[in-house]
């Protein structure tokens, strides 16, 4: 495929030919997957065209991801499912099924309060003989109980998952990660989400680590050869924030992209951990000062030493250009077209209450994703075809100057590269 990097007008006209909707987001956020996730024949669709349904509780949400296509008994019944409240789960809820769309109503929250190895963990999709396929989570915060290293389960789990989006979601506090991908899932789009820790680790667990705030494991062990060729995963406008110590992802196997993303986990392990066969290109990514970049998780000793590394144009991290072994460098957009923005706009794009990383949609039932919850950005869609923001500037309502968004509302001009501006209104709690 001809290397192609896109501007982030051109991004829009991306972002109406993958969806249907035409719902006004940033003008950075497609609202439809890409990457990875939106490969020729290999598409993340969900339930679209399906029935809806509103589920409030731990039953109804089993029920909906259940459902059973009356003729052939398959769990591939195309639904869109709205989740309305707070659900606690009493321990990991597993799902063999295809062809999901899970909404979060604003302020949604699946959660579990139990850290023991059995119970720990919120939300598994996992497959066999490939009976679990082409789901997406959207606006929904997951938390597990908190990190605790006794070998449990993580808020969020995909094992042998082919085609999945997560998207605008707050993920985190798993006992064991938070958002984990592994044997041979592929295909997946990780866009606008937000990892972080908010429970305090617990310590003294079996497996011996007294902070485990491990966030996102790309394959599950070295010796998982049926994984080879798979975990392609496109990670975008992410933020890695407090207490996301490890794992930001750690990955093997898989060609795994990291763009436009947001660390600001001071004083953490690492961030990008390369294993075994791992082949990653992260691109104008920002991290904080205090922010460990990257750690080699190669075992040359046991035969696992194979990799490939590339960070570039990066905040706090030279240009590296690393390999082992004889894979060939993964260049993205050998692959797709994608839209990427100045390293230097990632913090105020990414962090942004309103329109950043994080559930913060507004969903409504039999319309899905009609724009933010607490933004008001009608019209963005109408840039011009290369106008791209270079500047944002803040005021109260009473046309004061501020440094960042407040409570209640906040008044955002941004520039535009062709000489225009336009104001945004910001209301946070």
């Known amino acids: 495929m001809k290397k192609v990097t896109i501007t982030v007008a051109a991004a829009i006209a991306v972002s109406l030919s993958l969806s249907a ?16 996730g939106a490969m020729p024949g290999f598409e993340v669709t969900g339930g679209a065209g399906g029935e809806e349904v509103v589920v409030r509780t731990a039953d109804e949400f089993d029920a909906a991801m259940n459902m059973r296509n009356p003729v052939t008994r398959e769990r591939d019944v195309p639904l869109i499912v709205y989740v309305d409240g707070e659900i606690e789960f009493t321990t990991m809820h597993s799902y ?6 899970i909404l979060g109503l604003p302020g949604a929250k699946i959660f579990s309060r139990d850290r023991t190895k059995k119970n720990s963990g919120v939300l598994k999709f996992t497959s066999s003989n490939g009976d679990s396929e082409n789901i997406i989570i959207r606006n929904l915060t997951i938390q597990g109980a908190g990190a605790y290293d006794v070998d449990g389960d993580d808020a969020l789990l995909f094992q042998g998952v082919d085609r999945v989006w997560v998207d605008h979601c707050d993920i985190g506090d798993g ?26 680790p617990m310590g003294g667990g079996s497996g011996g680590a ?33 207490g996301c110590m490890e794992r930001c992802p750690r990955v093997r196997f898989g060609k795994v992209h990291i763009l436009n993303c947001y660390y600001t986990n001071v004083g953490n392990h690492y961030s990008i951990g390369y294993g075994y066969m791992a082949n990653i290109y992260a691109e104008n990514c920002w991290f904080a000062n205090g922010v460990t970049v990257d750690k080699d998780y190669t075992t040359p000793k046991k035969g696992f030493s194979e990799y490939n590394l590339q960070i570039v144009n990066s905040h706090n991290s030279p240009d590296k250009h690393e390999r082992v072994g004889d894979i060939d460098y993964f260049t993205p957009s050998d692959y797709y077209q994608y839209p990427v923005y100045s390293t230097e706009l990632v913090p105020e794009i990414v962090s942004n209450p309103a329109t950043g990383a994080g559930p913060n949609l507004m969903v409504e039932v ?15 869609n109408r840039v011009s075809s290369n106008a791209h923001v270079v500047a944002t500037t803040y005021y109260t309502p009473a046309g004061i100057a501020i440094d960042r968004p407040q409570s209640g509302l906040t008044i955002a001009v941004e520039r535009l590269s062709d000489g225009s501006t336009r104001s945004i209104k910001l209301v946070r709690p």
């Open 210 to 242: 007294d902070d485990h705030r491990f966030c996102n494991t790309w394959g599950s062990s070295d010796t998982d050869t049926s994984s080879h060729g798979h975990l392609n995963t496109t990670f975008a406008n992410c933020w890695w924030d407090e």
């Open 21 to 36: 909707q035409t719902t006004p987001l940033s003008p950075y956020d497609l609202n439809a997957p890409f990457g990875w």
């Open 96 to 101: 063999h099924t295809k062809n999901k769309t």
């Open 175 to 200: 006992v064991d990660s938070s958002l984990d991908c592994n044997h041979e899932s592929d295909h997946v789009c990780i866009s606008w989400c937000h990892f972080q820790y908010k429970i305090p």
């Open 366 to 380: 039999g319309k899905g994703v009609t724009g933010y919850a607490n933004a008001d950005v009608s019209g963005v």
